[in-house]
């Protein structure tokens, strides 16, 4: 089996395929059941956020998977194959590994070094591990990647360039609207995102801070943790008409404010000054006719990829991509070394057997042997075949390790006539799943 990656991102395509490509939570686990369905895949985990759809699965046919994953991809996302296939990346094996360690590091990001990919990638993995399609390859890759994460955010300053995406788009409206402190907030949502926006805001001090969300008992509780109001999702048109501010990421599919509805805003405006909307939603929630209206500063994610191209990289970025570097070189040769474990063990117990035969033969050639030179017979003979087997079984798990090594299992395999059926069995005692073969 290997790893295969298939995804699009703001690298890869423009924000309004990400828009109309985005997973809804059923569309993901949809997404991943489907892909364990398919023949090339064993297991599956779906990484989805703002600004990335990617579907990591272990599959054992490369063609056949890039193939199969782009169809499913585009099934679940409603977007044509025709249309979706130029926008796709595909990453293999090592490939793919240091993808997803450059992600989790943050250096695929939007805003470079940010921070909450972290929990966005704990979430994928959750969500695979819930619904049963990630399995040791992918919970083992996933888990690499929070440390490596982790490590790269302790171990240097990327964080002084990493603003998450959230601090980002409020400095981008902070540059027409002047400071935070004082204004009149609105969150729409109470999500991740928006209660780490709603966490900001009433960081900078505005002077009041108000979070709608269709379920309202959500909003109350983020609202009483900060010292803001909660407000039913209905009363979102009257409040935006008293808002400075306004942040929406909702997990909505469809537009949560169109144009006109933040047209009657600024006709009933109670407040001064503009309108600042900041929509990270993808899909997006605003209306991106809202741009035209006079009284109205919208930044979407549009916006923000625009600008975050201009963005400064950290001096810690090439420490970020050293660390990167090492942990999946580290990974590979750990992952090498463990698919030849299979065959190793199934070699032993192969010996392990002609020598209990061969003692068995034994007992009938010399019956009268007493307890003590029976026993000492049997550890010889084990001893002698432990001495034996040794030293090539410890260096071809170091061979198998280093790039390449992968042949020196079917070499083990066929120089001592093992059976096929033994070592999958070994491997699938190994991995828990009676329906699994790795080696």
């Not at 609202?223 to 909505?252: M, Y």
């Not at 190793?344 to 117990?349: E, F, H, N, P, S």
């Not at 209990?356 to 003979?381: F, N």
Request: proline fraction near 3%.
């Amino acid at each position: 089996m290997s790893l295969l990656v298939v995804g699009l991102s703001h690298r890869s395509a423009p924000v309004s395929v990400l828009e109309r490509a985005a997973l809804s939570a059923d569309a993901k686990a949809k997404l991943l059941q489907d892909t364990l369905a398919a023949e090339p895949a064993a297991e599956a985990v779906v990484l989805g956020t703002c600004n990335r759809i990617e579907l990591y699965a272990d599959v054992d046919k490369f063609h056949a998977g890039v193939a199969e994953l782009s169809t499913l991809l585009a099934l679940h996302s409603g977007v044509g194959l025709e249309e979706l296939t130029p926008h796709l990346y595909v990453h293999y094996e090592d490939r793919a590994v240091h993808h997803l360690f450059s992600v989790a590091c943050g250096l695929d990001s939007m805003v470079v070094g940010e921070g909450q990919i972290l929990g966005q990638i704990k979430d994928a993995l959750g969500l695979g591990q819930e619904l049963h399609t990630a399995g040791r390859t992918l919970n083992d890759l996933f888990q690499q990647a929070l440390r490596v994460g982790k490590r790269a955010h302790s171990e240097t300053g990327v964080d002084k360039a990493g603003q998450s995406l959230v601090t980002f788009g409020l400095d981008q409206l902070t540059r027409h609207i002047g400071e935070l402190p004082g204004k009149r907030a609105l969150v729409v949502g109470a999500g991740s995102m928006s209660s780490l926006a709603a966490t900001t805001l009433a960081r900078a001090g505005v002077a009041e801070l108000v979070i709608a969300n269709r379920t309202v008992d959500r909003a109350e509780r983020l609202a009483a943790s900060l010292g803001g109001r909660a407000v039913p999702f209905a009363d979102v048109s009257r409040e935006l008409a008293a808002a400075d501010v306004v942040v929406s990421c909702t997990g909505a599919t469809g537009l949560v404010l169109d144009r006109e509805a933040v047209a009657e805003a600024i006709r009933q405006r109670t407040a001064t000054g503009p309108l600042s909307l900041l929509d990270l939603a993808m899909p997006r929630d605003i209306d991106g006719a809202a741009h035209d209206l006079d009284g109205v500063h919208l930044v979407d994610i549009e916006d923000l990829a625009a600008a975050s191209a201009d963005a400064p990289m950290a001096a810690d970025v090439d420490a970020v991509r050293r660390i990167v570097s090492a942990e999946v070189a580290a990974f590979g040769a750990a992952q090498r070394a463990e698919r030849i474990t299979p065959t190793v063990v199934a070699l032993r117990t192969m010996a392990a057997d002609v020598v209990s035969s061969e003692l068995a033969r034994l007992d009938g050639r010399l019956p009268d042997l007493d307890d003590k030179q029976r026993a000492e017979i049997t550890q010889t003979v084990r001893r002698v075949v432990d001495k034996l087997l040794h030293a090539p079984t410890v260096r071809v798990k170091q061979l198998a390790g280093e790039p390449g090594g992968a042949g020196y299992a079917d070499a083990l395999r066929e120089l001592f006539d093992l059976d096929p059926q033994a070592v999958a069995a070994v491997s699938r005692a190994d991995t828990g799943d009676p329906n699994r073969e790795r080696a």
